[in-house]
């Protein structure tokens, strides 16, 4: 909830109508299962309309099959009143692809442990590359978590990767 109230309240300081900033907000599974944050969420959306095209919710990748019937359900609740989707961490959870599936994120992030390895691992390669064209064929846009090396930074880019995110390119500022 915290973390909610201070990105509202950074959102709230970006004035401009036409702002493109988006704030990403994790969502844990336990706040997923817990009907009251999805209400107090829909709550301060309602009181703040303004700022929910721009307020983007991170959801981990490593749910369970289990947490994904309420994670379905509060994603179609904060996308109505249109709020952005992530699915965070893809590739590491058994059950990704079918979250993938059931959830239509916006964003998919790319699990850093397979960017981090891109070009040394012809697999991790492999891996990043079809998620990449997964996404594209959903018209689901990717996020390559960890970029640390100019070398995966040009790989990624010729894999069509959307969006990177990385001590390559700039500090990852986190709000407690």
């Known amino acids: ?24 907000v994790d969502v844990s599974p336990g706040s997923l ?13 309602a009181a703040e309309p303004q700022t929910a095209h721009r307020l983007c919710f991170e959801i981990p990748a490593t749910l369970s099959v289990e947490t994904a019937e ?5 994603v179609a ?15 590491s959870g058994s059950h990704s692809f079918q979250l993938l599936k059931r959830l239509r994120p916006d964003f998919l992030k790319i699990d850093e442990d397979f960017v981090r390895r891109l070009g040394a691992h012809a697999v991790d390669y492999e891996i990043v590359l079809g998620i990449s064209r997964v996404a594209k064929s959903l ?37 407690d």
């Not at 909830?1 to 990403?24: C, G, H, K, N, Y």
């Not at 299962?33 to 959306?45: G, M």
């Open 77 to 91: 609740a904060v996308r109505e009143v249109g709020c952005l989707v992530t699915l965070d961490g893809f590739g």
């Open 139 to 175: 018209h689901v846009k990717t996020i390559a978590e960890g970029v640390a090396t100019p070398a995966a930074r040009e790989l990624l880019c010729r894999m069509g990767v959307d969006l990177m995110q990385g001590p390559l390119l700039a500090p990852i500022v986190a709000v």
């Open 70 to 74: 309420r994670c379905a359900q509060f």
């Open 1 to 24: 909830r915290r973390l909610l109230l201070a990105a509202l309240d950074t959102l709230r300081q970006v004035t401009a109508p036409a702002s493109r900033e988006i704030i990403a």
């Open 33 to 45: 299962c817990d009907t009251e944050f999805a209400a107090f969420v829909l709550a301060r959306l």
